[in-house]
């Protein structure tokens, strides 16, 4: 391992991300699978997990900003690859280069993608995004009939080629909603509406994890799948990771930086709002809110150290917390495993966003870019560190290098 990972690392295990694309595809086998990589894979890392994606059966990648669907390409993916977040006088001319799908969801976006593909000679490949009830991005309802009208002129011109039609829901993780009934109705009225429209989009697609998981009938061409291929459960109410049989693929793991025995009332951490009950060791673990450790955790999120699962005392700062081990021993160097698959006794990603009150999806993200991603293949016994070419202590996450 690299003297920067001797820190701090997140081992990310491929041969766990593979396997959860098999599961989620298992799941849904009539759709192809979208693996989704935007920001980053999730904190894991695009190209590698979107790589891992690719091999175990995902024909198609997603990500939300345009420059990471090109990264992905620049790193040479060559498959299906679709982006969604687009602002005006956005890169469409790229994209079209790159043959990537975009997503449009009104006439603005509509015409800036045909003016770049009329100036470029080749048709873009466009999916037409509905907003079915979540009220985000997409095309309202109203104004569907236009948009499509828009589309058809277009694709008829040669200018752009409607490649998907798709929407997105809001309440997939809480099964039983009302909202996705709806949802699903409003779907297939523009999706009739498309069809009368004379579009013929190669795929349909409105599910996410936890739509894949718990919704056959929205599953349609495609299914676009992001936290559950790093193996996290979407809500506690579709499911832990092990009930879904999910692996979860990041370890975040750090070396201790000391540990000293302290008296009895002794304050600990920014604020004191923990102090010693008695004679005690104090462990300091080197990760702080810089790093992506929530500052909500403080005095809460759990950690294993020294063999027993851990609560941190007191609050998290910037670049580290500490850990009141009692009457257990320990030493500078021993590891301190914040969140893993749950194996070795570890909390899980779910346990953090427990105790952070946040979401599993947050806590893998906002591991920040300090923290040196190191590659792991359980099932290749093949470990590989990424991230540390003697820069120092800035990690290199976002650009993975073989
Ligand atoms: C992030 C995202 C997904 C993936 O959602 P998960 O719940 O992580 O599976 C799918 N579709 C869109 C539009 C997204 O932004």
Redesign the pocket.
Known sequence: MNETAKRAHAAIDLAAVRANVRALRARAPRAEL?A?V?SDG?GHGAVRCGRAAREAGASWL?T?LPEEAFALREAGDTGRLMC??WTPGGPWHRAIELDIDVSVSGLWSLHEVTAAARGFGRAARVQLKVDTGLGR?GCQPAHWPELIAAAAAAEAEGTIRVTGV?S?FAC??EPGHPSIAAQLAAFEDALALSEAAGLRPEVRHIA???A?LTLPEAHYDLV??????YGIS?APEVGTSQELGLRPAMTLEASLASVKRVPGGHGVSYGHTYSTPGDTSLALVPLGYADGIPRHASGNGPVLVAGKWRTIAGRVAMDQFVVDLGGDTAHAGDPAVLFGPGDRGEPTAEDWARAAGTIG?EIVTRIGTRVPRVYVDSEMENHQADGADGDGDTALTGVPHD
Do not use: E, Q
């Open positions: 979208m989704v935007k999730y997603g939300a969604w977040l991005n798709w997105h997939a993780d996410n994890t936890p894949l676009r799948a992001g936290i559950g291929i979407p999806y």
